[in-house]
């Protein structure tokens, strides 16, 4: 009992040591900025992660983890956007509420009651937004593997924030994601927390910044 204990030791120091070999790399070459003051462009940002670590990790973007207070950017999913120009400086990031019409509303609404009904159901103490974003968000990435994303997002006006740039400036992206592993027993699904336990995945915790960025481009 004694080896297996001291193997079981060793294994969770050498992941915890090798967490910093996770990467993430923005495969999109450039990200689009309307010149018009009230313009939009279209932008599908596409990024990778790749675990370079000998352990199995799930990423838990868990929507209240305190790491998100360290991070500055736009948030529109369970990533970051950061925009800096060439000094390093950050831009100017101004959140704004999405309006919806009074029929989306009422439909949305149908469905949180419908969604929160069937939680309650389950002996869930979650929201529905919650585990929409645990559904939507939330991943599996073992070792020596590869996953790609992406994200449809305008600029430098969106339906939920808008960035002021220096068109005379330099400007580049960077993306960030987080994973949070404080008391994710407490939240995460009873599936989830078995496929954690009989895979012997680790639930990653920290912040990983893209090791590269990319341009900004304006355009008309």
Known sequence: MRPYFILLILFIYSCSKSENNVELEIVSTKIVFSKLDNGKRKNIISYKITNNTSCDYYFNAYSLSKLTWKIKGLKPSNVFFQIMDENGN???????????????????????????????????????DYKNLIDKNNFLLKQGESKY??????????????????????????????????????????????????????VYHGIIESKNTVPIEFVK
Do not use: G
Request: one cysteine or more.
């Open 90 to 128: 950050h831009a100017e990031y101004n959140h704004k509420e999405y309006l919806p019409t009074e029929e989306f509303v009422a439909c949305k609404q149908i469905n949180y009651n419908r969604e929160e009904k069937e939680i309650k159901e389950l002996n869930y103490s979650i929201s529905p």
């Open 149 to 202: 994303f992406e994200i449809l997002y305008y600029f430098p006006d969106s339906n939920y924030s808008s960035v002021n740039l220096d068109k005379n400036k330099r400007y580049f992206f960077k993306i960030l994601i987080y994973s949070d592993s404080t008391n994710y027993k407490k939240f995460l699904s009873r599936p989830i927390l078995k496929t954690i336990d009989e895979n012997n995945y680790k």
